[in-house]
């Protein structure tokens, strides 16, 4: 049967989607092969978004020598696009076309994406962050991400009581501080030497100490412990698609952990192609971060 317009449209914009998340992702790109197909678009079309916004602030305008003004009005383009996508149905966009796709077929709501653009914005407003500033930015960079997902996972699956749903945002929310957090630490030097940012409040990266890098790490534990709550809420394909996601960052912040703080300064840390092919394995058998 020959494809409508905007069937085939719609076949474009996440195979675009896909493109993007394969050529700027990796840990992130082996997780996601273990969701069902259907789920696996989804997740690569929120991403592509969010990887969209990031290059605009962070990337390849900057690296084109676009002025901050004009970086922030693309951003707020970028925002305006997306709204009207996910009330429309349709953008020129093909990445914004596929988020909007995804946002419509799941239930991701404009409450949950309006906070992800504002952290993507005080990240040219901002290069220090007090703790209210930084609650705030990790919320929109990453905990309402993990809600978008969460979406996916869940809008075609079994009905869940009120309390369920309740374990699986916070496990979500958390999970995604989590992977935001550990992202800080592992590009300490980048974001101080190369974007002049300082996301941790009070911690001056170039004097970083191993007491104020374990408590960053603890704080990074306490995130993973509660987000493994709730994996096993989710169905059998996501459960197994995140809980490799928490094991490839655990592992992460456990070689921080083990990682000189004078050395964190100035080294990204990294999770050897060998472990993360173990972590695959548990997860594909199963296993939950509890179990290991």
Request: aromatic residues 6%.
């Amino acid at each position: 049967m020959t494809p409508s317009p905007l069937e085939r449209y719609d076949r474009a914009a996440t195979r675009s989607s896909a493109v993007v998340i394969g050529e700027y992702s990796t840990s992130f790109g082996l997780a996601v092969r273990l969701l069902p197909r259907a789920t696996r678009q989804h997740i690569r079309n929120v991403y592509a978004l969010v990887r969209l916004a990031d290059e605009i602030v962070d990337g390849v305008a900057a690296a084109a020598g676009v002025p901050v003004k004009r970086i922030a009005a693309a951003l707020d383009d970028l925002e305006r696009d997306t709204a009207a996508a996910m009330a429309t149905g349709w953008s020129t966009n093909l990445v914004v076309h596929a988020f909007a796709v995804t946002a419509r077929t799941v239930g991701i709501e404009q409450e949950i994406v309006t906070p992800f653009f504002t952290s993507m914005r005080m990240d040219l407003e901002r290069t220090t962050h007090t703790d209210d500033t930084f609650a705030t930015y990790v919320d929109g960079s990453a905990e309402v991400v993990g809600l978008m997902c969460l979406r996916a996972f869940t809008a075609a699956g079994r009905p869940r009581t009120a309390e369920q749903l309740a374990v699986l945002e916070t496990g979500a929310r958390r999970l995604g501080a989590a992977f935001q957090k550990v992202n800080f630490l592992r590009d300490l030097a980048a974001d101080a030497d190369g974007l002049g940012r300082s996301y941790f409040p009070g911690v001056d990266v170039a004097r970083l100490d191993e007491s104020t890098k374990r408590r960053l790490v603890a704080d990074v534990d306490a995130d993973l412990e509660a987000a493994a709550a709730a994996l096993p809420l989710l169905e059998p394909g996501p459960r197994r698609a995140v809980a490799l996601a928490h094991g490839l960052f655990a592992a992460l912040n456990d070689r921080i952990r083990a990682t000189p703080a004078a050395t964190l300064r100035t080294t990204r840390i990294r999770v050897p192609d060998p472990v993360k092919a173990r972590l695959a394995v548990l997860a594909v058998a199963g296993r939950l971060p509890r179990d290991r």
